[in-house]
């Protein structure tokens, strides 16, 4: 019978990897199916083939070994990108081995949330703008985040709401956040 710690890796109900610098060294099978590859095509290859795009992967790990220099852990909701190309929400979150390098080693767990939060075709600064919209930042640290434009990003906004059907700031940060709207539940 295989360890409980092995057992418990490789069954858990969650995509799970232990990476070195962003490299998979390992992964448990519900991670190979959510992005649709065998393990094989997964571990020893780098994390940013799941990622829309190289910009995102170098983008969201900036921010990332920030948050984990501090805490030595990171969490987040994203879009990643399955081998067939096709874009979907993942809520992401990790833990660092080795606090003072903070990618050095560290252990993830991936969850598919496309079913709740459903991905709308956007492009990839949409979706950078969305993302800091969801996180409560205002339009001017938008801009400073991304060294655009606080018009451009109202124009980035106006956009999202016609995508998402808002009709003002809020409802459109509950979409982005894939709050429910309202109703009770």
Same mark, same amino acid.
């Given at each position: 019978m295989e360890p409980l710690s092995t057992l418990a890796f490789e069954r858990a109900p969650v995509g799970l990897i232990y990476a070195e610098d962003r490299v998979i060294k390992l992964c448990n099978t519900r991670f190979s199916e959510m992005f649709g590859y065998r393990k094989a095509e997964l571990e020893g290859h780098s994390l940013s083939k799941l990622y829309p795009s190289s910009d995102e992967f170098q983008r969201i790990g900036q921010i990332g070994v920030e948050k984990m220099r501090g805490l030595g852990r990171y969490a987040d909701e994203r879009i990643m990108r399955r081998k067939d190309e096709s874009l979907f929400w993942c $809520?992401?979150?990790?833990? &660092?081995?080795?606090?003072?390098?903070?990618?050095?080693?560290?252990?993830? &767990?991936?969850?598919?949330?496309?079913?709740?939060?459903?991905?709308?075709?956007?492009?990839? $600064?949409?979706?950078?703008?969305?993302?800091?919209?969801?996180?409560?930042?205002? &339009?001017?640290?938008?801009?400073?985040?991304?060294?655009? &434009?606080? $018009?451009?990003?109202?124009? +980035?906004?106006?956009?999202?709401?016609?995508?998402?059907?808002?009709?003002?700031?809020?409802?459109?940060?509950? +979409?982005?956040?894939?709050?429910?709207?309202?109703?009770?539940?």
């Amino acid at each position: 019978m295989e360890p409980l710690s092995t057992l418990a890796f490789e069954r858990a109900p969650v995509g799970l990897i232990y990476a070195e610098d962003r490299v998979i060294k390992l992964c448990n099978t519900r991670f190979s199916e959510m992005f649709g590859y065998r393990k094989a095509e997964l571990e020893g290859h780098s994390l940013s083939k799941l990622y829309p795009s190289s910009d995102e992967f170098q983008r969201i790990g900036q921010i990332g070994v920030e948050k984990m220099r501090g805490l030595g852990r990171y969490a987040d909701e994203r879009i990643m990108r399955r081998k067939d190309e096709s874009l979907f929400w993942c $809520r992401v979150r990790g833990q &660092s081995l080795a606090p003072q390098d903070p990618f050095a080693q560290s252990v993830w &767990s991936f969850a598919d949330i496309s079913e709740k939060r459903p991905v709308t075709e956007m492009t990839r $600064r949409e979706r950078q703008v969305a993302k800091m919209l969801a996180e409560g930042l205002t &339009s001017k640290e938008i801009a400073r985040g991304l060294e655009i &434009s606080p $018009r451009t990003v109202e124009v +980035h906004r106006a956009r999202l709401m016609d995508k998402f059907g808002a009709r003002n700031g809020l409802e459109l940060v509950a +979409h982005l956040a894939g709050l429910p709207l309202g109703g009770t539940s």
